[in-house]
Each structure stands twice: as C-alpha cells, then as structure tokens.
C-alpha cells in the first residue's frame, strides 16, 4: 500500500514517537524521512533553526499533525535544553531521533582543503555538523528508558575526497566516528544508532557546495545504477533503521547511493575529457 507521495503506508512506527531536527523545507531530507515515518504511523516532533525557516518548516510540520514545532540552534545550549525539555514535558518518553543537520562557510566549500580551512570555520563546521550530533543523542537517550534507535545524515565524502567537499568531508568522518561511539555506548540501554551515507540529492545544503553540478552528473554516470540518488530511497532506509526492522543493526554507516560508493574505476563513458 501507498500514499499518494509514493511513500508506503503501514503501522510499522505506530506508537513511537520521535523528534526531526533538520527540515529547512520539501527538499530537505528530513522531510523526506519525516513524511515517510507519519505514513507508518508516527507521531513526529520538529526542530527548525531560526525565524525565516519556521515560515517553511510550520506548515510541513503542522499537515503531519506534529504538536511540538520549536526553534533550535545547535550551537546554543539553551536552545537545545529548551527543545528536548519541551520533549520531555510533553511526551516523557521519546522513541527516535532523526538528526539531518550540517553547516560550513560557503568559501570553504570551492578550492584547495588546505589553504581554505580557517580555525575558526573548521570548528563552527565540527559544532554543528558534528558535535550537535553527540550532543542530541545525550539528550534524546535519556528520554529513551526502553530503548530506541538514532539516525544521522552522512555523505561519502568522508571516506573518499570529492572536489569542493573539503572541511565537511573531514566533519562528516568525525560523525561517523561519533556514532559508532555513541552506539557503543548507548546499546547496552537498547538504543541503536545508525547513519545514513547518501548521494547527491538536490537539497539547499547541496546547493551551497561548489562544482555540484559535476556531483550529480558524475554520480548518475558512474554509480552502478546510473541514475540520481532517490530521496524515497533515504527515507526507506531510515524507516528500516528507525523500526522494529532494523533490530540489532547499530554502529552502521548505510550507504544509500545507488551504489556509486562501490566503484573504483568508473566506466569510460563516465568520464568526461
Ligand atoms: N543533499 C545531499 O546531497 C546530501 C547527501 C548526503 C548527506 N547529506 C546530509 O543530509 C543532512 C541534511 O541536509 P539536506 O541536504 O537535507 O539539506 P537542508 O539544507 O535541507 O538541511 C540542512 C539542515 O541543517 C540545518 N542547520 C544548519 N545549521 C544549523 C544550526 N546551527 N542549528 C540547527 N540546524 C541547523 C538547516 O536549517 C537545515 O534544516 C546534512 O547533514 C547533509 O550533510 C546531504
């Protein structure tokens, strides 16, 4: 069975609850998987990160019947208790956490990794692309006494160079890092945690990197299935992860790519002269 955005329906997540931090609008992943997991029956939670993004965010947030709709800027601690006290408060216990949150200067995503790496930016860019990740799965499992399950949105980039990625590629090995840690530390309570690696998709984060247009085509060139990454395919992939599905599956970095994380050689016809 079916909704009529192509996502299937079911009860799989009836009864869990959980909180989505990263919609920024339709195309953000997040709301991909957000729209994914309301049709199998959950009860969703949202984080938005300033003002001019609530007037997106809202509406979304509100036809998926969400009650709690909060602002929330990683880098504030304030902000971070205010939303996960808001949680509390309201649900008492919480089931999942979606986190699709990353950030850089736009200048450090074209050129050289080496000369375009501030000390500054390169810490702003660990803050809320990473340590936000940390600090999040610390607060949602202490509103998870029976258990749960954790995800995060990772790119390729951090186990291979791809050009303009730079500093975000060294953040997102760092989130990878962290969540086999945090999964580590957090099984023996029952919570899985678990990250998504996937291919370009056409988001305003990926707008903000530099050459993406050569991303998109070289990955619908060289990955094995010769075509973009499908959005349906991430939330498909969170659904397994944030389910019963996905029962001792913790510590994994899943890619959802078309398979373009595979390929050592592309075929020639992938490379353009
Ligand atoms: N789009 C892609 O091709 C792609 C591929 C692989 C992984 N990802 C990852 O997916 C995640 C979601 O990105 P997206 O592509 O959906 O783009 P997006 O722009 O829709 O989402 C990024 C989100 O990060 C939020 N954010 C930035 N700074 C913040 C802060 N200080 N506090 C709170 N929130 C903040 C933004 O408001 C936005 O909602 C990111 O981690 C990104 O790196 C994206």
């Known amino acids: 069975m ?8 079911g009860d799989l997540m009836k009864g869990k609850r959980g909180l989505i931090m990263g919609v920024a609008n339709k195309n953000s992943i997040a709301w991909r998987i957000a729209e994914q997991l309301h049709a199998q029956g959950a009860e969703l939670a949202f984080t938005y990160v300033n003002e001019s993004m609530e007037r997106r965010v809202r509406p979304l947030a509100e036809s998926v019947g969400a009650e709690i709709i909060m602002p929330c800027d990683v880098t504030s601690d304030d902000s971070m208790d205010s939303v996960f006290n808001a949680v509390a408060e309201k649900w008492s216990e919480m089931d999942f956490l979606v986190h699709s949150i990353a ?13 375009n790496t501030t000390r500054e930016n390169f810490k702003m860019t660990m803050d809320i692309s990473t340590f936000s990740f940390v600090d999040a799965a610390n607060r949602a499992a202490k509103l998870m006494p029976n258990g749960g399950s954790m995800i995060t949105l990772t790119y390729l980039g951090s186990e291979r160079t791809i050009p303009n990625y730079n500093v975000m590629g060294v953040a997102k090995a760092a989130l990878e890092a962290s969540m086999r840690y ?10 899985r945690v678990n990250a998504i690696s996937a291919g370009p998709i056409k988001t305003l984060a990926a707008a903000g990197i530099s050459s993406g247009r050569h991303m998109f085509s070289f990955n619908r060139k060289a990955s094995p299935m010769r075509d973009d990454t499908d959005p349906k395919g991430v939330a498909g992939a969170a659904l397994y992860l944030l389910s019963g599905l996905g029962a001792s599956c913790t510590g994994e970095t899943h890619h959802v790519d078309g398979g373009f994380h595979i390929v050592g050689m592309p075929d020639e016809s992938a490379v353009i002269d």
Request: hydrophobic fraction near 40%.
């Open 2 to 9: 079916s909704d009529e955005i192509g996502f299937p329906t």
């Open 103 to 115: 950030f850089t200067d736009k200048v450090a995503l074209e050129g050289s990794f080496v000369e």
């Open 182 to 191: 945090i999964a580590r530390d957090l099984g023996p309570k029952g919570i």
